[in-house]
């Protein structure tokens, strides 16, 4: 189908863009790399009377070393996170998500931030966010605040960006030295995940110090395995030593049925994958 009408805006500055979302109140929409935005535009669920294209912003754009953090503009797509040496490096874990999301298509199109704003429960980038405690600079007209991103996804398709705002970047904790891995459970290559568990794990000595494990599409929003990460401090790096710590991944979740599987399948899957994860960012 062929979107409703609208006006087309592409300013060149976050100010300019601010201005956009402040002049056109509701009826405006932002659109970044468009591979969510556009599908919902075309199947008429939602039709903006006015479109503000970040694209031409060239300060949203980029990856950047500063200090403990790892700095990614919004607009930074998701192949040049892919093919950062800095989040390899430094946030292994949302590399390897990103190596698996959607197709090389798509992840020279769709963002960084756009992702992560259009917060879609399944979206493989929330997990990895979450588990490595990142934080998300959201821009308003009365300057900027920052997020952690344990109070930015609030529901589904819903985060802490206002109406009249705009996330500009994610500032995520280097892991420097971790393992990492994302273990993403589908039916059909280059989609979205029935269940993903994003790992990162510290190990000395063939022991896991601190764990930091996210899952995909276990409720809402991206969930974080607490009990999980309390159970593998200390424990051995091995199938046995992570066996009853993967156990409890389904503890706090409120996963979705659906044509892919029910909850308690999901729960069970759940446990399957943060073991595999684990024991793979583990390098067991
Ligand atoms: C066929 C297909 C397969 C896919 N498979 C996967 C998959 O396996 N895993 C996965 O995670 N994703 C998948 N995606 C989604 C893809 O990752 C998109 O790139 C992503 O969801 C949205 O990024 P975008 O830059 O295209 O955002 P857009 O589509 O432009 O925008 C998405 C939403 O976020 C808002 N938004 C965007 N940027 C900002 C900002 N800076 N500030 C405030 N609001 C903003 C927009 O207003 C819109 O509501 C798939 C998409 C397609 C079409």
Redesign the pocket.
Known sequence: MIPAQFDYVAPTSVEDALAALAEHGDDA???????????VLRMRLNAPETVID?GRIDS?RGIRDDGDALVIG??TT?HDVRTSDLVREHAGVIAKATD????SQ?RH???F???L??A?P????GAGALSLGAEFVIAGSGGTRTVPASEFFVDFFETA?GDD????EVRVPKHTGWGSHYEKFVRIV????IVAVAATVRVEGGTIAEARIGLTNMGSTPVRATGVEESLAGAEATEDGVRAAADRAAEGTDPPSDLNGDADYRRHIATVLTRRAVLAAAGA
């Open positions: 929409k932002i659109i970044a790399g468009g591979q969510s935005l556009l599908p970040l949203l919004a607009m998701h698996l999301l959607a197709d798509i199109r769709g963002t931030g756009g992702a704003a259009h879609d399944a979206g493989d980038l960006i705002e705009i996330l500009t280059h989609q979205w995940p």
